[in-house]
């Protein structure tokens, strides 16, 4: 199948290299001629401008759209809404908000031109483990996608089936249509807001296991662990065994110290967006809520509110901030 890809970073890049080993053929734009030029190099028709990339598609065409959400992504979509013709489809296969999912969906509708959203979880190891789609938009679009989407996908190999399984579906090869337009890009937001919860209950219980040497902790109850050995024992035969372990293993592996981190953590919107639907939803969301205000916090010098708490114990009980 024929497909054109705006945007060649690393997930984009990675995109086009597993789409064309799996035999289709990739049209690409990306603002960096030498991205363009690479790309090219290894078997992909280079585009010098959207309005090239469209008419180097035959109809009906089908873009996808790998840049960062928001301005980007919008000024993106509103310059192919011009280039494109009726039967065409645009993917956005980036983070994008949900409702502006929905929104660019009915914008694009009087012009019959169809929009899907590709929620894409894979990250730099995509190229080769695949990567897990979660799609919204028109069935009829989604279908004419699926050799796109079961190419990009990881397949059932890697995964043993599920036992109590009854049905099949395209869910064990690794994507899903989950709805209309906008369902995609929610089910990735809820996705990676529960990502938050998980990477930051592993955060702190090896913080535990790193403080359990403390000089705070009695003596007697004092141990010094190898958090490194235990994230490698951990990938095996654990209930905590998984994809993060396994990178939290990695990680440690190389330095155990983690020295060339400061746990300066940004949040890139789901997690916030995630919240946000909970609060919509009347839906408690204590965990997910919890880390992501960790990741605010982690970017703080000393708040004014901590400072203030200082001033209060200071006001109420005469309290230094440091114990002597």
């Known amino acids: 199948m024929q497909l054109g890809m705006i945007g060649l970073g690393r997930m984009g890049a990675n995109m086009v290299r597993r789409l064309m080993r799996g035999g289709h053929e990739c049209v690409v734009y990306d603002r960096s001629a030498d991205a363009i030029k690479g790309m090219v190099a290894e078997g992909a028709k280079g585009a010098d401008s959207l309005a090239t990339l469209v008419k180097s598609l035959a109809a009906p065409r089908a873009v996808w759209i790998m840049v960062p959400a928001g301005g980007p992504t919008e000024s993106t979509v509103t310059a192919l809404a011009e280039l494109l013709e009726p039967g065409d489809t645009i993917i956005d296969g980036g983070n994008s908000f949900f409702k502006d999912d ?15 959203d590709a929620g894409t979880s894979g990250g730099v190891f995509g190229l080769e483990r695949g990567y897990c789609l979660m ?23 890697n995964v043993e089936k599920t036992p109590n399984r009854k049905t099949a579906g395209t869910a064990e090869d690794g ?40 000089p705070t902790v009695e003596e007697q109850h004092r141990f010094t662990l190898p958090v490194e050995e235990i994230a490698e024992v951990w990938r095996r035969g654990s209930v905590l065994s998984s994809w993060l372990v396994d990178l939290t293993a990695n990680a440690l592996a190389e330095d155990a110290a983690l020295s060339k981190f400061e746990g300066y953590v940004p949040d890139s919107g789901e997690g916030r967006w995630t919240v946000m639907a909970a609060v919509e939803e009347a839906v408690p969301a204590d965990v997910i809520t919890a880390a992501l205000y960790t990741r605010f916090r982690s970017r703080m010098e000393q708040s004014f509110a901590e400072k203030l708490l200082s001033a209060m114990r200071a006001q109420f009980g005469g309290h230094s901030e440091r114990p002597k």
């Open 102 to 116: 929905v929104r660019r969906g009915q914008l694009l509708a009087p012009k019959k031109i169809t929009y899907v």
């Open 135 to 157: 799609v919204g938009g028109d069935t009829a679009a989604v279908k004419r996608l699926d050799p796109i989407f079961k190419t990009l996908a990881p397949g059932p190999g």
């Open 175 to 214: 994507y899903l249509h989950c709805g209309p337009t906008g369902a995609g890009h929610f089910v990735k937001m809820v996705h990676n807001g529960i990502e938050y919860g998980i990477m930051q209950a592993l955060a702190e219980g090896f913080d535990i296991m790193k403080g359990a040497a403390n």
